[in-house]
Nanobody
Framework: QVQLVESGGGLVQPGGSLRLSCAAS????????MAWYRQAPGKQRELVAG???????NYADSVKGRLTISRDNAKNTVWLQMDSLKPEDTAVYYC????????????WGQGTQVTVSS
């Protein structure tokens, strides 16, 4: 089993920055891709950014150039650097992890709230 714990959410003004962290524990050797998803009130959960174990990344069009995903396999941690935040970035952000050989994300964190408001 794998446990994911997110931290770093909060309230920030438009144009501000936040850095989310996701610490993995448990059977971490089995993890391949990791990602950040978000879910705003009344909307479906959506992929924000993903990263392979080798460091290849992909982003939703709405966040390209503003959000950056990174990981440190030795520290079992994934980050999401969020810059130039907009009110529409307000959501609960979830960390997700995928086992090798799996077609979907197997593990999820509890979520951390990000609110962008003046």
């Amino acid at each position: 089993q794998v446990q994911l714990v997110e931290s770093g959410g909060g309230l920030v003004q438009p144009g501000g920055s936040l850095r989310l962290s996701c610490a993995a524990s448990g059977s971490i050797f089995s993890l391949n891709n990791m990602a950040w998803y978000r879910q705003a009130p009344g909307k479906q959960r959506e992929l924000v950014a993903g990263i392979t174990r080798g460091g290849n990344t992909n982003y939703a069009d709405s966040v390209k150039g503003r959000l950056t995903i990174s990981r440190d396999n030795a520290k079992n941690t994934v980050w999401l650097q969020m810059d130039s935040l907009k009110p529409e970035d307000t959501a609960v952000y979830y960390c997700a992890a995928q086992r090798y050989g799996s077609a979907f994300f197997n593990y999820w964190g509890q979520g951390t709230q990000v609110t962008v408001s003046s």
